[in-house]
């Protein structure tokens, strides 16, 4: 795979704000550390890291337009929130804008703010990344962060739970699909 990260990282500052710029830059550098320590390939984790709010600061109506046009991406995520556009419409832009063909960066990408059931260890190792990274600050980070040594199913269904209670306390839909990969890790965990 022949990927210039700088160049990535070029690109995606012309996308998104500052802030997230850096929140980008930390989950690549958590996603690099997580694939070294559970055995994931660090140079994906790092590309996916990189990439995966790529498309987040995309007016709702083009990533309604990608998700319409692409038979790939479920269109159930239209009934559901806005905020969850991002991850699939990304993981269909970054094939064509910079020729990655890899699934396991794709399918990481697309799912890292959902998850799925059985998901592979690129997919755990970005969607953590992304709720661990270093300029992350939200009650009971530390924890999910202590967690992440440990079992990296674990820590992944304590910051889902975290997304699922915020979202019912809100009173707001929780999209089936995190509550299938909630379920799947924790038989993942009951089988080892
Ligand atoms: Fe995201
Ligand atoms: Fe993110």
Redesign the pocket.
Known sequence: MRIDLDYLKSRLKEQVPEHRYI??IG?AESAKKLAIHFGADPLKAEIAGIL??YT?YWPKDQLAKVIKENPELSPDLLDYSPELWHGPVASIIIQTEFQIEDQEIIDAIHY?TSGREKMTLLDKVVCLA?YIEPSRDYPGVNEIRALANESIEKSLVQALDGTIQFLMKKGWKIYPLTMIARNSLIDEMNDK
Do not use: F, L, M, R
């Open positions: 929140h980008s989950v995966h709010d987040k890292h992304d």
